[in-house]
């Protein structure tokens, strides 16, 4: 059974930086392709950046060029670096495990303001 578990979250200024972690617990977390959504009350949750087994990465439009997906398999670890934050990316962001079957955490949240 998997379990993720989310930290790094708080309150930040626009224009700074945070980086999220994310937990694996479980067997074998080199196998599973990681990502990262973010959520906002009555949206849908939105796709930020997933980071492959293969070390593959790709961005949702909102995370292109300020965001990093990167992972740890010696951990059992995953991140997110944002920086140049917006208010817009205030959110509950949310860790995802998929390797046949997806895994979520229970979210960290994420405010931006001044």
């Known amino acids: 059974q998997v379990q993720l578990v989310e930290s790094g979250g708080g309150l930040v200024q626009p224009g700074g930086s945070l980086r999220l972690s994310c937990a694996f617990s479980?067997?074998?977390?080199?196998?599973?392709?990681m990502g990262w959504y973010r959520q906002t009350p009555g949206k849908q949750r939105e796709f930020v950046a997933r980071?492959?087994?293969?070390?593959?990465?790709m961005y949702g439009d909102p995370a292109k060029g300020r965001f990093t997906v990167a992972r740890d398999n010696a951990r059992n670890m995953a991140y997110l670096q944002m920086n140049a934050l917006k208010s817009e990316d205030t959110a509950v962001y949310y860790c995802?495990?998929?390797?046949?079957?997806?895994?979520w955490g229970q979210g960290t949240q994420v405010i931006v303001s001044s």
């Open positions: 980071i492959t087994s293969s070390d593959g990465t």
């Open positions: 995802n495990a998929d390797r046949e079957r997806e895994y």
């Open positions: 479980g067997s074998f977390f080199s196998l599973y392709d």
